[in-house]
C-alpha cells in the first residue's frame, strides 16, 4: 500500500517563499504522474500543479511564473516551490499519486500566508 507524507508547510509572509515536500512510500513511484492539489475552507480543491512520470508539468493559471514542481525518484520525494506567495494561497496543500489502482493522497499540509 502506498502512503504519502506531505511536509514544509507553516505561516509565510506575502511575498515569501516555502517548499512543499512529499514522500512515497513504495518502489512504484517513478512510473506514475504526481501533483499538488489545493483546498481552503468553503472552497473547492483546485489541481496546483502536476507532474509525470516523464518530468513534463502543468501548472494552474494561479500558479504559473510563481510555484515550480520537481520530482526526485532515487528519494520517492516531490516537491513544491512557491515563491511570491499571496495570501490568495492559504490552503491546505495536498499531494497525490496517481496508481494503476486509483489515486492514493497525502494528509495535507496548512500554508498560511498572512502578515
Known amino acids: 500500500q502506498v502512503q504519502l507524507v506531505e511536509s514544509g508547510g507553516g505561516l509565510v509572509q506575502p511575498g515569501g517563499s516555502l517548499r512543499l515536500s512529499c514522500a512515497a512510500s513504495g518502489s512504484i513511484f517513478s512510473l506514475y504522474a504526481m501533483g499538488w492539489y489545493r483546498q481552503d475552507s468553503g472552497k473547492q480543491r483546485e489541481l496546483v500543479a502536476r507532474i509525470t512520470s516523464a518530468g513534463s508539468t502543468n501548472y494552474a493559471d494561479s500558479a504559473k511564473g510563481r510555484f515550480t514542481i520537481s520530482r526526485d525518484n532515487a528519494k520517492n520525494t516531490v516537491y513544491l516551490q512557491m515563491n511570491s506567495l499571496k495570501p490568495e494561497d492559504t490552503a491546505v496543500y495536498y499531494c497525490?499519486?496517481?496508481?494503476?489502482?486509483?489515486?492514493?493522497w497525502g494528509q495535507g499540509t496548512q500554508v498560511t500566508v498572512s502578515s
Open positions: 497525490y499519486l496517481d496508481l494503476s489502482t486509483g489515486r492514493a
